[in-house]
């Protein structure tokens, strides 16, 4: 592979399979789904390549069944911490001077062992312990992940492509050298390609991470790492731990060695790392790379142009799909008066028709919030509105914990632009809508903008082409992926690169080639084929 400049595959968005009644696919998800859900497992962290267990463990319960055993898992201590990052900088000795195309012959075939016999394992573990139905387990953990892998390739070669011009006598080139150091991994419970994906990119680009995934997301995070175990990852490249946040954040944040955070999560949990990076920053080797992406608080604005079958689909699938658990999920709306009463009535028929209930159930739009604690947030929020004089409940609202964590897709009406759930972000399957006045278009696209701390996705729904342009205008801050007549969530791979700016992080667009250049630091070379033997310059001559 030295003597030859590869290319690698071109890279194809991975079909979604449809799942319906008769297909193959429904048989298979069904069958994984139960043989893994009737067993008991345990997962140890994964440290240099070898299983590490604790004494300390966890337990894991299906948040949709929620006496349900899944298992256990371990959890690290400062040692097991420390131990996963010097393993780190072990594997990056020889990491590090493999060629690109080896590392990326890992991830590719990590791409093909999810389209292959892992496509329904880490379906159904993400159905089973992060409560996904099987269209979002489809999308997520097999089809985008699969694109991150394989899209990721085209883009770092593209990167390594791109060099400087070179004049007579001299040859410049750009070396494109990993992080000085490790990177530690952070991911969420709610998208099992994200926690894949915030280890693999700066992998691919050379780096070698300390990985701690969400409690919550651990069955799926066992499949990330037999998978990249099973494409032939060495060993100590990706490292899994988990534990105390505080803990593991606090000792990796201690290590001169570190280089860099790939982080999903809370824009709370974020600016407090920032905060510990910068109180350490006398400490470390580099000035490490913060990247992040954090809360959303996404809007869909309607025009009175727009088609009302079009405007309730893009709320109903946007604020509901997956229990309204996305970052990206709609849960603020602005209605114009005029067209307001007839979107309503034919939003609440369309959601008096969603159940809820296992994901094992095919039939189910729903099923259960992640975990008691957003149970109770979501729960607290429902009760505040029915006291609340400027809001109404106008469908939903109700909830029941008994088996899972099940909070019914919730609307709310309110007279207050500002109110709490306007602003607060609250992650589940709650929208609030704000009724406006149509001659106040142009004050309610200020006053979008100005509502939220956050800016990550926002949809308009508009047919005039003139009004479209002065929507897009108006809000271009408030929205680091916009939409137009659509749903503000569902970015694909290749196709719409994600992420958000303001409160929603360093908009660094996960799946493009901005993301992974964040995980290189570029050397230039330049080599002079012809090197000058006197200090003198023709000006100088009498």
Known sequence: MSNSFLKSPTPINEPVKSYAPKTPERALITATYDDLFSKEIHIPMKIGGEEVDSSQTNTMHPPHDHKQLLGTYSLASESHVEQAIAAALEARKSWVTMPFAARAAVFLKAAELIAGPYRYIINASTMI??????HQ?????????????????????????DQPTSSGGVWNHV????????????????FTAIAGNLSAAPALMGNTIVWKPSDHQMFSAKVIMDVFEEAGLPKGVINMINGDPEMVTNTILKSPDFAGIHFTGSTQVFKNIWEKIGSNIHNYKTYPRIVGETGGKDYIVVHNSAEVTEVVTAIVRGAFEFQGQKCSAASRVYLPKSKSKVILDQM?????????GSPR?????????IHKGSFDRLSAAIEQAKKDSDVEVLVGGTYDDSKGYFIDPTVLVTTNPKYDTMERELFGPLVTVYIYE?????????????????????????????????????LENSAGNFYINDKPSGAVVGQQPFGGARGSGT?????????LLRWVSPQLVKETLNPPTNYRYPYMDE
């Open 507 to 515: 908009n660094d667009k996960a799946g493009s080639k901005q993301n």
């Open 137 to 161: 387990a489809e999308i997520d953990a097999a089809c985008e992940f699969i694109d991150f892998l394989r899209f990721n390739v085209r883009f770092a070669e593209e990167i390594y492509q």
């Open 361 to 369: 159930e095919l039939k189910n739009f729903m099923t259960s919030v």
């Open 175 to 190: 070396h494109y050298r990993p992080l000085e150091g490790f990177i530690y991994a952070v991911s969420p419970f709610n």
């Open 438 to 474: 149509d001659k106040q278009w142009e004050d309610t696209l200020k006053l979008v903008d100005s509502t939220s701390e956050y800016a990550l996705t926002g949809a308009i729904m508009v047919k005039d082409r003139i009004v479209i342009e002065e929507a897009r205008i108006a």
């Open 348 to 356: 609440v028929r369309d959601i008096k028709t969603i159940t809820l």
């Open 129 to 134: 312990a992060q409560s996904k139905t099987v």
